[in-house]
């Protein structure tokens, strides 16, 4: 009953930025953990960030200090904030939330959106 959307991924140069959107629908309790995950060419999908429904946040070492996680859960929505972005960030950008409905809880995963760095 879950649906997670997607927004923000395209193309930017090197040293831009890019906002991604992820908004979870349908009948909600509550979220738990919500986070980003990457996912590039040949290589396993790697988590990238995540925030507790509290807000508490981590980061993988390569990101730190470029993208920055934020949550609103009024809206049920989860960012990311990507900065100075590299050659290398270029991957299939998945969101992922933790979600509650009436009895039930496990993860929802979005579509994925891509996210292409040119040199």
């Known amino acids: 009953q879950v649906q997670l959307v997607e927004s923000g991924g395209g193309l930017v140069q090197s040293g831009g930025s890019l906002r991604l959107s992820c908004a979870a629908s349908g009948s909600i309790l509550r979220i738990y953990d919500m986070g980003w995950y990457r996912q590039a060419p040949g290589k396993q999908r790697e988590l990238v960030a995540r925030?507790?429904?509290?807000?508490?946040?981590d980061y993988v070492d390569f990101v730190k200090g470029r993208f920055t996680i934020s949550r609103d859960n009024a809206k049920n929505t989860v960012y990311l904030q990507m900065n100075s972005l590299k050659p290398e960030d270029t991957a299939v950008y998945y969101c992922?939330?933790?979600?509650?409905?009436?009895?039930?809880?496990?993860?929802?995963w979005g579509q994925g959106t891509q996210v292409t760095v040119s040199s």
């Open positions: 925030i507790t429904s509290g807000g508490n946040t």
């Open positions: 992922n939330a933790d979600i509650r409905l009436a009895v039930t809880r496990r993860d929802y």
